[in-house]
């Protein structure tokens, strides 16, 4: 009898030699309603969106899988590291004037478990590299081994 187990990856990465712990969070909310909305969002070509996916996209960032406008509850978020609980917003023209929808919006997804990291789309789009650093920073000094209990 063969084992056809697969393998289980650590429940860990690793970002410049730090070990950074994984943070699922399982069985989150999710509005069907929303699926064509983000189908459509994804073909739109946002281009802040698109340059951080091309940084992302299949392992490119410290081997964390992203998802891209990830329906959570009744919201659609730019981008979710399920394995962190990590959601990654794109910050720009749309979130002008909408400060008190946008906090809501953090509240309901901390007080889920998810963690809330935002770029400004100016960072994407004339700093990418120190943008990316951010997000290495943010996720070392809050995923780090012994963060959570």
Known sequence: MTNTNKPTEPPFYTINGIK???HLIKDLPYNSNLKE????MRQARN???VLFWQQVTKGGFHNIDFDRQRIIGNY???FYAKKLGLVVEIDGSSHDNKADYDKERELYLVALGLKVYRITVNDILKHLHPAMIGLEDYIINNYKAGQFT
């Open 37 to 40: 909305r983000t189908k459509a």
């Open 76 to 78: 659609i978020v730019d």
């Open 47 to 49: 281009l802040s969106e």
């Open 20 to 22: 950074i712990v994984q």
